[in-house]
């Protein structure tokens, strides 16, 4: 075997005893603090290349390779059986035979050569592994390329699996507050062997002992110095233990003992006192397994007792010197000289004399090493191990470890065999307990001393440390991240330190005690917060956007946290999931992917720009930082990197030609608010948009706008206008950027109204950008308006002349102030309405002056189409939801590959399927084809299309400085409740036929197009789904004869009815159109008399009845209905020609007769 498959196969842990390495030679001299920030930045074993053919790496096999028992997914199942060391070897010699001159396989014979190995495996799925693995997009892959490959795909596996089982705590801290004045000084769980049910205890400095339920509800308490006293002065208390199978509880005092109480039948009773102590007792520890035991403690001249049990069960201490427990009838006091000089084979006792030359800080006995660990903040003998003997001749053996400031705190961690320390510094330590001259590793995080470590004793992975100033952080043991960290402003536990923390493992969550008790409850990661046992949503927080990648077959979908998933489409499997932020607390705000759809493209709000290989979770690149601004939009497009955001401007990233070096340009600047939205059309130009409602259309080529559209100021395009540079612009605290051109120091209040879904929509937003996005030296606080100065009424004199013309120069100014700050809000108000939150490219559309190409939604709640020629301008406009116009505002769109449909998630979480094959798509040159016809109405049932309510504006068309603009919306074919929250992102699969959706209340859905839920990404995994083409013209005629044949007669019934309700739909908006008109002609004066009439002649070749019936079929259409009651009376008048041609002729002749009284049917009026 080849070198690099045995390094594959090491995976070896790099603390873990057996392992050869001398850290303190690996390390140097070990004084620097390596911090979680120089861990995470340190870049992973891999080789990414971007420039240039395939390059050799070493460092791609150096590290271990995790366990390849962690394939979650159908297709990672096939994959995995390729990395087995028969196939691994197999597939060396396919390299070392089937290669070119230049050492690398293409495709096709990467395909040919693992179908000899696997032939059980798909092209398709073949073709998505060489993809994987050819980073450099280049067509060819190298053997080192396919074992770094290799190595990513289970290190990102393994690094997934373990990241789902991480513990997170949330906010906000549970305060349990006391009533009594002295702090808490430990904090100990009781629970009794073979019983579930246990029981918090804590003490305080003065002495009271409380028993608290699991849920901390006070079941009971105790004057510890008022139970027997034995002196008349009250007990300050140091320290606490709890003896669980005893069911005795240790206290120790200033009194220089140490008196325990049995607990037992709910009850507290003094038994025994040790006595005869040389010093006052600081810190005590117990462990059991319940056959054996160990007690021990340290005092304040450096002393530490141990006293050790080989069987428990007939007593922890000598029964020479002390009785057993059934004898303990009466207190007795017990000499420690005597019990520690009696010996005993089973009941050994150890007196370790000045040990340390301070206080003894902590001490503990730890069962993995069978040594007691004890602490002092002293330079020597910071921290020492005593190994106690197996046997009893035997001497005890001891290891000292050195530390200038001594050491405060520690734990050990048994699954990485490391003792961890903190101290009077703010680091935190690692420490071989075999090799103690130098740290392992330094942990950098807290501010202050560290006064308490606990390693979770269910996952020891996780480390938790509290510092003086109450800063609490939750690091990962295995990667040396700091995942959380709690400042102490957070929590209501008054100004003085922490006192005492226990970790409580049965339900994840920390308690804390000063004067009062604070719980911070915890989760895992894959519960969520506040989720006791099963996960209900995708995300612990709202979505930020979802995609898909047609090569692999693959959803991505991230959430605000930054946390990023990949699923596989067909099953709704998590292959693999990951952070995008690290430890820092900024949101994602962009998501996209490259061309070649390997790669993922994030935005923060801090403008953090990263590209990622999201099959393993690796970050491959980290832009350079242009701006400390939110990015809105990425863009990768011909090899290029397009950018956008709060900063106003494009700016563009390329790769050096020769040198492997990103390089950052910037455009110039002619937004004039935050851009929102960017898409690109076609591989040749870009379109943003920003909150003031331009839309500029950019050419790529020339670096620069060509038009802007903006619905709020003209149907035409209109030529872009150049800004200054962001940098020049001042910036207000209260909304987005400000134009460069205005300075404004009135803040805006607008005009209170009863909130709706789109003003709702339109105030989370400005919330959103204003106290969340904006960086800080942007925020100010926003005070009342000042008030504005009176001048005082005095009455004028030749003295005061002067001060009056002062006055009235004031007046005068105050009155311009007020009009321009009425100005202000007005543009404001303007503004905020003309928000475009989303555009879209209908990519299969012409740039034609009369065919929409692009698609943009607004805050008014509309969705305009515009041609994006020279020559065109806005064509179309629809509401999204006819029934609360402008309420209900589209912050997500996608159309499928032909543009023949657009799907729409709005702010009430509705999804909406649009016809909009031929909405403002008419073609230059007139053609006498007919339309094709739109296969996606055969996909969903016409009873849900005839379900839908029928939207019919007042006009079909207005003329606004010559642009004519259809009002009439496309065919709404479908609409179903989606998310309880707004639809943040969606996406259509056209190989599947399947809608894609994520919104804000955290939950990523699949969809059919019927509305007909396939499931929730991360709750539910489903059938594995095949793909569905698209019906062909063949097939489609084939559909349309057989509904014609064979239609039962129920089915006949139907689709009579229904084509009955359509023609009455049709005759109703024929009506109300009708009936706007006559009203506008009956009520109009003389100037628009003739308009209207003009208008009424237009709309009549429209009418539904216009020469398409004869009077008999007429008369007959009328009885049939007559005589099933369906005929309003309306209607009846409606569609009577003999009043229509009266009503006509009235305004043309003075012949008041009917004009069509030939044609005129029996049951007519004016004909009888």
């Not at 798909?122 to 980073?135: G, Y």
């Not at 134009?739 to 709702?760: F, H, M, S, V």
């Not at 489903?1022 to 569905?1028: A, N, S």
């Amino acid at each position: 075997m080849s070198q690099s498959r045995r390094k594959l196969k090491a995976n070896k842990s790099p603390l873990n005893t057996t392992s050869s390495i001398n850290w303190g030679e690996q390390i140097g001299s070990g004084s620097r603090a390596v911090s979680s920030e120089d861990l995470r930045d340190k870049p992973l074993p891999r080789k990414v290349s971007f420039a240039g053919g395939p390059g050799k790496s070493k460092e791609g096999l150096s590290s271990p390779a995790p366990s390849i028992s962690v394939s979650q997914t159908s297709d990672f199942q096939y994959e995995s059986q390729l990395f087995t060391e028969a196939h691994l070897a197999e597939m060396e010699k396919t390299f070392q035979s089937e290669v070119n001159s230049t050492g690398a396989l293409d495709m096709k014979t990467f395909i040919k050569a693992v179908k000899k190995i696997l032939s059980n495996m798909s092209e398709e799925m073949l073709e998505a592994l060489f993809l994987k693995v050819d980073l450099n997009c280049n067509g060819f892959i190298t053997w080192q390329e396919y074992v770094d490959y290799v190595m990513r795909e289970f290190q990102g596996k393994e690094k997934m699996m373990r990241g789902q089982y991480r513990l997170r705590f949330h906010l906000p801290m549970r305060i349990i507050p006391l009533n009594h004045g002295c702090e808490i000084v430990k904090v100990e769980f009781l629970v009794q062997r073979l019983k579930k049910i246990g029981h918090f205890l804590t003490v305080t400095k003065d002495g009271i002992l409380q028993f608290w339920s699991e849920s901390f509800m006070l079941t009971s308490s105790f004057r510890l110095y008022q139970i027997q006293p034995s002196h008349s002065q009250q007990m300050w208390v140091i320290d606490m233990v709890c003896l669980h199978n005893m069911n005795l509880v240790a206290v120790a005092s200033t009194d220089q003992k140490i008196e325990f109480f049995d607990i037992s039948s709910h009850k507290c009773a003094r038994v025994f006192t040790f006595t005869d102590l040389d010093s006052c007792v600081l810190t005590m520890n117990y462990w059991s397994d319940y056959h054996r035991a160990v007690f021990c403690y340290g005092d304040t001249k450096g002393n530490v007792i141990i006293f050790t049990s080989d069987d428990v069960t007939t007593g922890l201490f000598n029964p020479r010197v002390l009785p057993r427990t059934s004898k303990w009838d009466n207190w007795i006091n017990v000499s420690t000289r005597r019990l520690l000089s009696e010996k005993s084979p089973m009941y050994r006792s150890y007196r370790l004399k000045a040990l340390h030359l301070n206080w003894c800080q902590q001490v503990k006995f730890i069962p993995q090493l069978n040594l007691v660990a004890s602490c002092s903040a002293i330079d020597k003998s910071s921290l020492v191990l005593t190994v106690l003997p197996s046997k009893v001749p035997d001497s005890l053996k001891v290891s000292v470890l050195n530390l200038r400031k001594g050491i405060l705190c520690f734990d050990y961690c048994p699954d990485r065999n490391v003792l961890v320390t903190g101290g009077y510094d703010p680091l935190i330590r690692l420490w071989n307990p075999f090799f103690s001259r130098k740290p392992v590793w330094m942990m950098k995080g807290h501010q202050t001393s560290v006064t308490h470590i606990v390693v979770n004793s269910k996952d020891s992975s996780i480390l938790l440390s509290v510092s003086k100033d109450k800063n609490i952080r939750v690091w990962d043991m295995q990667d040396y991240q700091c995942l959380q960290s709690f400042c102490g402003k957070h929590f209501a536990l008054g100004h003085c330190p922490i006192t005492s923390i226990y970790f409580h493992k049965e339900d994840n969550s920390l308690i804390c005690s000063t004067y009062s008790i604070g719980i911070l409850k915890g989760y895992l990661e894959t519960q969520g917060p506040g989720r006791a046992e099963e996960k209900t949503t995708t995300y612990s927080t709202p979505l930020c956007a979802v995609l898909y990648s047609k090569v692999f077959k693959q959803v991505v979908s991230g959430c605000l946290s930054g946390m990023v998933s990949v699923w596989e489409v067909v099953t709704g499997r998590r292959l693999m999931e990951f952070s995008v932020t690290g430890d820092q607390q900024v949101e994602l705000t962009a998501m996209s992917l490259d061309e070649s759809e390997g790669c993922l493209l994030t935005g923060l709000r801090d403008g953090t720009v990263k590209m990622w290989n999201y099959s393993v979770g690796e970050c491959l690149l980290t832009f350079p930082k242009a701006d400390q601004l939110e990015i809105s939009g990425i863009v990768h497009m011909n090899k290029v990197f397009y950018t956008t955001g709060w900063s106003k401007r494009i700016t563009y990233y390329t790769f050096h030609k020769i040198k492997p070096v990103l390089l950052c340009h910037h455009w110039q600047t002619f937004h004039t608010e935050d851009v929102l939205s960017m898409a690109k059309y076609q591989n040749q130009f870009i379109a943003t948009s920003s909150y003031n409602g331009d839309i500029l259309f950019w050419n790529v080529g020339t670096f620069r706008p060509i038009l802007n559209f903006n619905a709020s100021q003209s149907p035409l395009p209109l030529l872009p206008k150049r800004v200054k540079d962001v940098n020049d612009c001042v910036f207000d605290s209260h909304r987005p950027s400000k134009p460069c051109i205005e300075q404004e120091k009135w803040a805006y209040k607008p005009y209170l109204q009863p909130p709706g879904l789109r003003t709702r929509a339109m105030v989370d937003a400005n919330l959103r950008r204003n106290l969340m996005s904006a960086p800080p030296v942007m925020r100010h606080p926003r005070d009342k308006e000042p008030a504005k100065p009176v001048p005082l009424k005095k009455p004028l004199s030749a003295s005061s002349l002067s001060q009056s013309r002062l006055s009235l120069d004031r007046h005068s100014t105050l009155k311009e102030a007020e009009r321009k700050k009425a100005d202000f809000q007005k543009k404001l108000l303007l503004q905020s309405n003309a928000s475009v939150e989303k555009i879209i490219f209908l990519q299969t559309r012409p740039r034609l002056p009369h065919s929409a190409a692009l698609l943009s939604s607004c805050m008014d709640g509309y969705i305009y189409a515009w041609s994006i020629h020279g020559s065109g301008g806005l064509l179309g406009k629809f509401p999204v939801d006819s029934v609360d116009e402008g309420d209900v505002v589209v912050g997500a769109m996608a159309t499928d590959q032909n543009d023949w449909i657009l799907v729409t998630g709005d702010c009430k979480g509705c999804i909406k399927i649009w016809d909009i094959k031929d909405y403002c798509a008419h073609s230059d040159k007139q053609t006498n084809h007919p339309s094709e016809i739109n296969k996606f109405r055969f996909l969903i049932s016409e009873r849900i299309q005839v379900s839908l309510p029928n939207y019919s504006p007042p006009e079909e068309k207005k003329v606004e400085a010559g642009q004519t603009i259809s009002l009439i919306p496309p065919q709404l074919l479908i609409s179903w409740k989606a998310h309880l929250d707004s639809v943040a992102d969606i996406l259509y699969v056209d190989s599947l036929q399947l809608v894609i959706s994520a919104g804000q209340d955290r939950d990523v859905k699949a969809w059919k197009l019927s509305g007909d839920a396939i499931g929730t990404f991360g709750l539910s995994v489903w059938k594995r789904l095949q793909d569905t083409p698209m019906m062909t013209d063949g097939e489609l005629n084939e559909r349309l004869k057989k509904e014609g044949d064979f239609f039962d007669p129920n089915e006949k019934t139907f689709h009579l009815e229904l084509q009955e309700e359509r023609d009455l739909a049709e005759a109703l908006m024929y009506q109300r159109r009708e009936q706007v008109v006559l009203l506008d002609l009956l009520n109009g004066k003389a100037d628009t008399e003739a308009k209207a009439w003009a208008r009424l002649q237009k709309i009549t070749p429209m009418s539904p009845w216009t020469g398409k019936r004869s009077p008999e079929d007429i008369e007959d259409t009328w009885c049939k209905w007559e005589s099933k009651g369906k005929q309003p009376r309306a209607l009846a008048l409606a569609w009577d020609p003999c009043r229509r041609a009266k009503s006509w002729e009235q305004h043309t002749s003075p012949r008041s007769g009917c004009g069509a009284l030939d044609s005129c049917s029996p049951t007519c009026s004016m004909a009888a």
